[in-house]
């Protein structure tokens, strides 16, 4: 089952890349479609072996959505496949705080259903693979780019339902020969402590590197690490097994305050892939249960391995902990591990069977499984290094996680293909999570630094957190606060029940309709506003940079208790979402506000003819836009007016908004600017105005 490779980005000619990105497409396709053949019947697409997580179904479908997703993102496909699977399938595979995991939402479809969309989209994707027009090398603007994103994505997923699968009940699984775990497996090697000197490390790649990567593995980072001690192996299932018969799940002072919530919360006693069986354990593999393989590596989660460390360090009197990234980079380093392809012969990529291996198998300069067998939990919660960018295609890949809930593991694991069995890739869960991921130890006191304030310091994410809850400028009101006071004076004796802000960006006007209605929904497309708006309901409070000059920055702190709406913060709901393409409980609203989005879509006239039906009769739809289009955004066919028809006519934006809506909408009354002002630096504004448009829904 050897996976293929990654692709070079820049060797070879047009054709023979087209033609290994067709296969490696291919590949991962089916190997994904492979993986679910280990579920005995459709009943198991629809357990939830893990409640914070959607059910297997979602993740069968979710990766083949993402594909399409993005190529109408990138505008490289203008008609989607099946445009409720690809809202349905879209969001929701993390624990995320606006991740919707509530089952009455969903009506999940058949399983004959998604593998027929799935054979649509596989067609679909190999055509355009087949037929675009691309060149090398092949970088973040290429067209080709949200295809290898699609692949690389799809790679991800194949770990997580795999991790999903293996929490299923037994009677959910059959066993396949392609899915057969590692044959062999012993008692423990006795784990030791290894010097590694200390030096400069530096991570980071250049925008032009060979390989994929994803957005937070760009950019520049360097460290000094001091000298220190990593244990030659990893932590084997037996050496752990000393941990648990210990008592060490049953001593709280070992685990560290999270830890001990999750602690309790689980009641965990061991592992989550062992069961007891009398007075020993059986290990799980993905379909079946064999004896503990004691040399095999353990796999935890961040709190297990945390309170292990702990407990070694009580009894060995030494400071024991798991590395920081800095000191896994450094480990590399000095055992000659190579910025390249994690090579064959170590546990990645299905090279030795569907499992881990003796943890004693693969060693290079004295240690063992550097990378592979089980990712390995770091001390660091992900954070972006100097330079980072976030690609538009994705701007919720990462920057969700930083929140100082997410650590680093590092390394890959047996099932880790593409980018993720590469040097530099980085990757986050959170701490109570489980992945095929594991541990080692080392002797250090070197500390990951966390900034506890969590300030924004994405430039655009700090302006709009200004723009919506910091100061006035130029005697311009608060557009937020404009914005509502404005679509209230139309609203009389009508029903007040449920309210839409679509576009919320960070969740003024959520908030502020929230004086006014019982329930609020606040979407945006774009995660990291989402996170922003969240963080303030939740906390009250947001703090961000504002760019004075140059490198020069302002702190600031914006809390909804100062601007008067804290006390109905709890009626709205924020949720990550494409305004063209909404979930379809997203309906029955008395009041839909549309904010300086219409121009910033890909299809308006498609966002203008499904909003019809989320609007209750005699309901209000106020669009609110500047009318700056642009290609960026949407492509010049799908504008809605700002140019001359084919009579030679002019067509404005009112005019066609007009016409768009049609017989079912009432112009309530004639359009209105209304100024607001983005501060960019200290001396730099944007000042613009918004033309409000207040329609009713008569039939």
Not at 468 to 473: D, I, K, L, N, R
């Amino acid at each position: 089952m050897n996976a293929l490779h990654t692709p070079h980005l820049k060797q070879g000619t047009v054709e023979e890349k087209r033609k290994e990105i067709l296969a490696y497409f291919q590949q991962s396709f089916d190997r994904y479609e492979s993986l679910f053949s280990l579920l005995k019947s459709d009943d198991a697409y629809y357990q939830r072996p893990e409640k914070l997580r959607h059910p297997l179904i979602f993740y069968y479908g979710h990766t083949a959505t993402f594909f399409i997703n993005k190529l109408v993102l990138a505008k490289l496909i203008n008609d989607r496949i099946n445009p409720d699977f690809e809202s349905l399938f879209a969001i929701g595979v993390d624990e995320m705080s606006w991740d919707d995991l509530n089952d009455a939402h969903y009506d999940w479809p058949a399983v004959e259903e998604v593998t027929a969309y799935r054979a649509q989209v596989r067609r679909l994707v190999s055509d355009l693979i087949l037929t675009m027009d691309f060149s090398l090398p092949i970088d973040w603007e290429s067209p080709m780019w949200p295809v290898l994103m699609g692949i690389e994505h799809e790679g991800i997923h194949l770990e997580t339902s795999s991790v999903l699968i293996r929490q299923l009940p037994l009677r959910f699984v059959q066993p396949q020969p392609e899915w057969a775990p590692y044959p062999e497996s012993g008692e423990a090697p006795e784990n030791t402590l290894l010097p590694v000197p200390g030096g400069n490390v530096s991570a980071g790649k250049p925008f032009n590197a060979d390989y994929y990567g994803w957005d937070n593995e760009y950019g520049e980072h360097s460290a000094e690490v001091k000298p220190f001690s990593a244990s030659q192996y990893l932590v084997s299932n037996g050496e752990f097994l000393a941990f648990v018969k210990d008592g060490g799940y049953a001593q709280p002072q070992l685990w560290e305050e999270e830890g001990r919530q999750w602690l309790s919360y689980t009641g965990a006693r061991h592992p989550v892939f062992w069961r007891e069986q009398g007075n020993s354990y059986v290990y799980r593999t993905l379909a079946t249960e064999i004896p503990l393989p004691e040399d095999w590596p353990v796999d935890v989660n961040y709190h297990e391995a945390k309170a292990f460390c702990n407990w070694l360090s009580k009894r060995t009197g030494k400071h024991i902990q798991l590395p920081v990234e800095d000191e896994w980079l450094r480990l590399c380093e000095h055992a000659g591990m190579k910025e390249s392809l994690w090579r064959e012969e170590w546990n990645t990529g299905l090279h030795h069977g569907a499992s881990s291996t003796p943890v004693n198998l693969f060693s290079l300069g004295g240690f063992y499984d550097i990378a592979g067998n089980v990712w390995q939990w770091t001390e660091t919660p992900i954070y972006p290094f100097d330079g980072f960018k976030v690609h538009p295609l994705y701007d919720d890949f990462t920057t969700p996680t930083f929140d100082n809930k997410h650590n680093l593991f590092k390394g890959g694991s047996w099932i880790s293909t593409g980018n993720e069995a590469m040097a530099h890739s980085r990757y986050a869960f959170r701490r109570h999570f489980f992945q095929h991921a594991g541990f080692r130890y080392v002797e250090s006191t070197e500390v990951s630094k966390v900034n506890d304030l969590d300030y924004e310091s994405d430039t655009q994410v700090s302006q709009y957190s200004e723009f919506h809850y910091g100061s006035t400028y130029y005697g311009v009101p608060n557009f937020g606060a404009a914005s509502v006071a404005f679509a209230m004076q139309f609203t009389g004796a009508k029903p007040k029940a449920r309210a839409l802000d679509l576009g919320c960006a960070t969740g003024r006007a959520s908030f502020e309709l929230a004086k006014y209605f019982d329930h609020v929904d606040g979407i945006d497309f774009s995660a990291r506003f989402i996170k922003t708006a969240f963080a303030m309901q939740e906390h009250g409070e947001i703090r961000y940079n504002l760019i004075e000059e140059g490198e020069l920055t302002e702190f600031k702190v914006a809390k909804l208790a100062d601007l008067g709406l804290a006390e109905n913060k709890d009626r709205v709901h924020f949720a990550q979402g494409d305004a063209c393409n909404l979930k379809p409980q997203f309906t029955g609203y008395d009041l839909i506000l549309m904010s300086n989005l219409i121009d910033r879509v890909y299809e308006p006239a498609r966002l203008l003819e499904s909003i019809r039906e989320r609007l209750n009769p005699g309901g209000l739809l106020i669009i609110a836009s500047p009318f700056t289009w642009l290609e960026e955004y949407t492509a010049r066919e799908n504008w809605l007016g700002g140019y001359k028809d084919a009579n030679g006519e002019t067509l404005t934006s009112t005019m066609a908004l007009e016409q768009a809506l049609g017989d079912d909408f009432r112009r309530v009354a004639a359009p209105q600017d209304i100024p607001f002002v983005i501060r960019e630096t200290k001396r730099k504004y944007q000042h613009s105005l918004s033309e409000f448009n207040v329609f009713e829904r008569i039939r």
